[in-house]
């Protein structure tokens, strides 16, 4: 069987869909790393709605992705940016998942953490910031769940400097019960996030970072880095204080961050480990084992899929998360929160699925051509 496929000018080749995917399966949970898979939200598909209407959600499909990742051993990074935190999944949306996935993971026995935001508020001054952030803050505890404090549009567009951060995640760290995890998002996600830590010199944007987390290290669990700058992720990581972990957000250079070096090694808190899921475990328990070389074969060449998702306008990833779901056969329908599905093009798609395809993520390759099939027959591409 053969499937034709366009390209970025429009031409049509064919590609040979591979007819065996990789043999992956649940084992022992992680030794060596945390890892969590940051994971998408699955939309209802007959909700009569609008790009701008409230999200509508299908929570059994959701909450059977959940257990799928924790099926493989992996944490969940709930409510953040691939669940289109802020780019269609509101405050409401995201507070009922967090009810609704923290009260599954209690209930199977997973990890998870949940985002805490401010995306209640549009705007206001830096206490106004700071008391949405306890509002979720709160929610987030009474669930059980970790808090993840993620970075704030809000905070950014009131505060006039580095010490506004200093005070509104000061208050925040006193008051919270267990560690969280510190979220740094670069603008290439959010251009709503730049200059963050009151400057868009990263090296003062750093130093203002690192001092939030010493003056309260026995709060920090670790911190989440998407700047997809290996560099200075490793820089950073050797800055923190002894016992506050390096979460890798850096969808580009995952491999090499989490395998590590002689000064150290960062976990991972990744969206591209929601399609990447069963491979990515697989991958961490052969890490686990002290095989380095052999957790690179098998992450390494998953980079180009990785890269692809997430090129620019890179904040439009979570349409390429969704749309190998689908594929895979997470879900019914390709459809998401907010009409999100049209932010990426059919060749776009075309190159998603042949790179997946590829690296064997598909539990029924027959399923993913078939649906690829469908797709492409939807834009007039016949076979």
């Not at 669940?83 to 990890?111: D, H, N, T, Y």
């Not at 306890?134 to 970790?146: R, W, Y």
């Not at 003056?215 to 950073?236: C, F, M, N, T, Y």
Request: aromatic letters at 8%.
């Amino acid at each position: 069987m053969t499937i034709r496929l366009p390209g970025v000018g429009g031409e049509l080749r064919t590609y040979v869909p591979r007819t065996e995917p990789l043999a992956l399966t649940a084992g022992a949970p992680f030794t060596s790393r945390t890892v969590f898979s940051a994971a998408h939200v699955v939309a209802d598909p007959y909700a009569d709605t609008t790009p701008d209407s409230p999200a509508a959600v299908d929570w059994d499909a959701t909450l059977a992705f959940r257990r799928h990742l924790w099926s493989h051993g992996l944490g969940v990074a709930e409510a953040m940016d691939t669940a289109q935190r802020g780019m269609g999944l509101g405050w409401a949306g995201a507070a009922e998942l967090i009810r609704r996935s923290a009260a599954e993971a209690k209930a199977v026995g997973g990890r998870i953490a949940c985002g805490v935001g401010t995306d209640q508020i549009a705007g206001g001054t830096p206490a106004e910031v700071r008391a949405a952030y306890e509002e979720q803050l709160a929610l987030v505890e009474e669930s059980g769940a970790q808090a993840i404090l993620m970075a704030s549009r809000a905070l950014a567009a009131a505060a006039s400097g580095p010490e506004d951060y200093l005070e509104v995640y000061g208050q925040l760290l006193r008051q919270a019960t267990e560690p969280v995890i510190l979220h740094w998002l670069g603008p290439m996600f959010d251009p709503a996030l730049a200059g963050y830590w009151g400057s868009s010199d990263l090296d003062a944007a750093t130093d203002t970072f690192l001092e939030v987390i010493a003056a309260h290290p026995d709060k920090v669990d670790g911190i989440k880095v998407s700047l997809l700058d290996a560099q200075r992720e490793v820089e950073l990581r050797r800055r923190l204080p002894q016992g506050v972990r390096c979460y890798t957000g850096d969808d580009f250079n995952y491999p090499e961050l989490i395998a590590g070096d002689e000064k150290g090694f960062s976990h991972a808190l990744l969206g591209i480990f929601d399609p990447l899921g069963p491979l990515a475990a697989q991958a961490v328990r052969v890490l686990d084992t002290g095989d380095v070389k052999g957790f690179r074969e098998l992450l390494d060449p998953t980079v180009d899929l990785s890269r692809h998702l997430f090129r620019p306008p890179t904040r439009f990833y979570k349409t390429g998360v969704v749309f190998l779901a689908w594929l895979a056969g997470h879900q019914d329908h390709f459809t998401m929160v907010g009409g999100l599905q049209s932010a990426r093009s059919l060749p776009h798609f075309a190159k998603a699925y042949e790179l997946a395809d590829g690296l064997g993520l598909f539990p029924k390759p027959e399923l993913a051509e078939t649906r690829m099939k469908t797709l492409l027959s939807l834009y007039g591409v016949d076979q």
